[in-house]
């Protein structure tokens, strides 16, 4: 089902496929009404067509989707309508970017040794054309003929718990929190059926995550099915948090998944949504 918000997506500004100023005019032609850019680390995409957007008549957040880890488990954290201008936000961008180079130069390595072949690292940030990711060195290895797609570098090296999945340097999740919060936004827990948690282990996530200032967890996010969303509904009521929503679209694919894309959020009275603050 397509929404006409969507808290949720990326550009080239991080590992998405197309340019901010794409994304707008594609968020437009979906009927997209509310929008967030939510780039890996870096509000960049954001900045650029902030007033593009607004030509548009289309209302755009201000979002970052930062990495942080808790428990050695990989935790992406949203941030939304935070001050794009604060100091602590603009440290907390210059930060995450060190990090991920840094992350990203460990995974070239990883891989020439796994591999027992060199990783040409500068034609993977050619790829990329800005920050680093696993998608770019998976684009890499297939277009170097090392595997077949990007779903078999996923599932051979690059996935969680393979070779390329490095955790390390990334901050606690409660630090990336109170970055967001401090900054005068909101936190919210990305995509919490992707952790492959059992409940007990995210209820305790989460009671971390509640304490460091989240006030919010996705529950309807793409193309996951109604009996997940209506799992995540009943946590979010459960613990007393706020609801939000995303395609969590990073360009066109054979899936389907398009920005708007996810189930149908709850009746306000169900569930209060991430957006009443905004």
């Not at 437009?28 to 680390?41: K, V, Y």
């Not at 599932?155 to 919060?181: C, N, Q, R």
């Not at 793409?222 to 007393?240: F, P, S, T, V, W």
Request: charged share 25%.
């Amino acid at each position: 089902m397509a929404s006409q918000i969507d808290l949720h997506c990326h550009t080239t500004a991080s590992d998405g496929a197309l340019a901010p100023e794409a994304l707008i005019d594609r968020a437009i032609a979906r009927n997209i009404e509310t929008l967030a850019i939510t780039d890996h680390d870096t509000m960049a995409g954001y900045r650029q067509v902030k007033e593009y957007a607004k030509e548009c008549g289309l209302r755009l957040i201000p979002g970052i989707e930062l990495s942080s880890q808790w428990r050695g488990i990989g935790i992406h954290v949203v941030g939304l309508n935070m001050d794009p201008t604060h100091p602590i936000i603009v440290e907390a961008e210059r930060s995450q970017t060190q990090v991920r180079r840094e992350r990203a130069k460990t995974i070239a390595q990883r891989l020439e040794k796994k591999l027992q072949k060199e990783i040409d690292f500068k034609a993977v940030e050619a790829l990329a054309g800005g920050e680093v990711g696993r998608p770019h060195f998976a684009q890499y290895l297939v277009e170097q003929g090392m595997v077949s797609d990007r779903q078999t570098a996923f599932k051979k090296y690059l996935g969680a718990g393979k070779v390329g999945d490095v955790k390390s340097g990334w901050p606690e999740m409660e630090t990336v929190v109170k970055w967001i919060v401090e900054s005068g936004g909101q936190a919210v827990l990305a995509h919490p059926h992707h952790y492959n948690m059992t409940r007990t282990k995210l209820l305790d996530c989460l009671a971390g995550f509640q304490y460091a200032g989240g006030q919010a967890m996705e529950i309807c996010c793409g193309l996951m099915d109604k009996n997940q969303a209506g799992q995540l509904k009943k946590i979010a009521q459960d613990q007393e948090l706020l609801g939000s929503c995303g395609s969590d679209f990073h360009g066109p694919n054979k899936f389907g998944l398009d920005l708007g894309v996810m189930p149908p959020f709850p009746k306000a009275e169900d569930l209060k949504p991430v957006w009443a603050n905004f």
